[in-house]
T-cell receptor, first 114, second 113 residues
Framework: SAVISQKPSRDICQRGTSLTIQCQVD?????MFWYRQQPGQSLTLIAT?????????ESGFVIDKFPISRPNLTFSTLTVSNMSPEDSSIYLC???????????FGPGTRLLVL | SQKIEQNSEALNIQEGKTATLTCNYT??????LQWYRQDPGRGPVFLLL?????KEKRKERLKVTFDTTLKQSLFHITASQPADSATYLC????????????FGSGTRLSIRP
C-alpha cells in the first residue's frame, strides 16, 4: 500500500479563480489518476497523470480546464481553472503500483466554489 | 458504453444479519471487478478483487461472487456490524485500459444495532 496525501484538504474559492491541488505519495508508483466526486455521486475519472508527458483526459474533460502535472513518480498536481459553482466537488487522486490493478486513494480535496 | 448499476437505495440491515449488495454491468466483459468501501469525507478503500475466471472470493467476513453470464457481482458481509456502515462501490476495469477503473454509483449500507 502507500501513504497518499493531498493539499489542501478543503477550500472555498470565488468564481473565476483557479485552485491547484497537490497529491504526494510516499513511494514511487506506476500510474496516478485524478477523480471527481460530486455531492451524492460516484467517482468520475478526470485523467491519467503521465510522468514526463501530458495527461490523458477522459471524455468531457479538457486540459485547459484541468491542467495536470506529474514531474516525477511520487507527485502530481491538478488545477481547476476558471472555476464555477458546478466545479464544487471532492477531487481525489489515486495510484496504482506496477503490474497491479488495485487503486489506492488519497483523502480527497473538498472544493466549494461560490 | 460501459454501464455499471448498483442498488440506488440505501440498504438497512439488522446487526448480525448478512448484507448483500448487487452490482450489474452491461455492454462490456471486464477482466476483473473490484469492491471498495467509502466512508463519509474519505477516499475509497480497496476491499476485494475478483477476476473473470473466478466465481467466488472470500476475505474474513466478506464474500464476492462474479457471474459473467448474468453480468453481475454480489457482495456479501456476514455477521454484519454497525462498523460496516458505509457506502460500497463496485468498479470494473475500463475497456480502454486495464489499469483504469470505472466506478458504479455505490450503495449506502446502514447496520443498525
Amino acid at each position: 500500500s502507500a501513504v497518499i496525501s493531498q493539499k489542501p484538504s478543503r477550500d472555498i474559492c470565488q468564481r473565476g479563480t483557479s485552485l491547484t491541488i497537490q497529491c504526494q505519495v510516499d513511494s514511487q508508483v506506476t500510474m496516478m489518476f485524478w477523480y471527481r466526486q460530486q455531492p451524492g455521486q460516484s467517482l468520475t475519472l478526470i485523467a491519467t497523470a503521465n510522468q514526463g508527458s501530458e495527461a490523458t483526459y477522459e471524455s468531457g474533460f479538457v486540459i485547459d480546464k484541468f491542467p495536470i502535472s506529474r514531474p516525477n513518480l511520487t507527485f502530481s498536481t491538478l488545477t481547476v481553472s476558471n472555476m464555477s459553482p458546478e466545479d464544487s466537488s471532492i477531487y481525489l487522486c489515486s495510484v496504482v503500483f506496477g503490474g497491479r490493478e488495485t487503486q489506492y486513494f488519497g483523502p480527497g480535496t473538498r472544493l466549494l466554489v461560490l | 458504453s460501459q454501464k455499471i448499476e448498483q442498488n440506488s437505495e440505501a440498504l438497512n440491515i439488522q446487526e448480525g444479519k448478512t448484507a448483500t449488495l448487487t452490482c450489474n454491468y452491461t455492454n462490456y466483459s471486464p477482466a476483473y471487478l473490484q469492491w471498495y468501501r467509502q466512508d463519509p469525507g474519505r477516499g475509497p478503500v480497496f476491499l476485494l478483487l475478483i477476476r473473470e475466471n473466478e466465481k467466488e472470493k472470500r476475505k474474513e467476513r466478506l464474500k464476492v461472487t462474479f457471474d459473467t453470464t448474468l453480468k453481475q457481482s454480489l457482495f456479501h458481509i456476514t455477521a454484519s456490524q454497525p462498523a460496516d456502515s458505509a457506502t460500497y462501490l463496485c468498479a470494473l476495469d475500463a475497456y480502454s485500459s486495464a489499469s483504469k477503473i470505472i466506478f458504479g454509483s455505490g450503495t449506502r449500507l446502514s447496520i443498525r444495532p
